[in-house]
């Protein structure tokens, strides 16, 4: 269960306005009738002052295709909540990268922090569950961006939400990176659970 948000008076009204402000992520908007077991059109408009991606959540999971046989179909579902890191070496412009196989999520930059609270999560359609997924912390440069450290994470599909604190390794591996992670996991083996 995701937290509520937003939300309006709840009145008897053939239109109703909402203005509250966002932090980027995912949102569900779910429109109710007043009366019980009664059906009826919605039109929403969202005005936003940047660009977004708002689209229509037709289905809860991945469509099967003719090539799901070959080229795999998804076996778990895995929320990643990025809470925050601790303990990095300065203050920095960070953001974080989260990965999973070939996909991946990157939070909002976090500025002038050694311990930056990201609080952002990304779902993974995951093929193969034992692949783990890696989390990367960056720090925001004019010209390049230089990674400050990541870890790698096992998930397992157990069907709970697990907490998480993990060290951040250098690009090799090695422990030349300072930090940790504080990441909260929750993996499915139904599609549709989160």
Request: hydrophobic share 30%.
């Amino acid at each position: 269960m995701k937290e509520k948000v937003a939300d309006s008076v709840y009145i008897n009204t053939r239109s109703n306005f909402v203005r509250t402000e966002l932090r980027r992520g995912r949102y569900v908007v779910i429109p109710t009738t007043f009366d019980k077991n009664e059906e009826g059109d919605m039109m929403l408009r969202i005005f936003t002052d940047t660009d977004n991606n708002c689209k229509e959540l037709c289905k809860d999971q991945p469509t099967a295709s003719c090539f799901s046989g070959l080229l795999g179909y998804p076996q778990a579902v895995t929320s990643v909540h990025l809470l925050s890191a601790t303990g990095l070496s300065k203050k920095h412009d960070t953001y974080a990268v989260i990965k999973s196989g070939n996909k991946s999520a990157k939070t909002r930059v976090v500025e002038d922090s050694s311990s930056p609270e990201y609080d952002e999560e990304a779902i993974f359609y995951r093929k193969d569950p034992r692949n783990p997924i890696k989390i990367q912390i960056w720090k925001k440069d004019l010209i390049r961006d230089d990674l400050l450290g990541e870890a790698t994470m096992m998930c397992e599909v157990n069907n709970s939400t697990k907490q998480h604190v993990v060290q951040l390794q250098d690009k090799d591996g090695g422990v030349g990176a300072t930090g940790s992670l504080s990441v909260s996991v929750t993996s499915h083996d139904d599609l549709t659970a989160i």
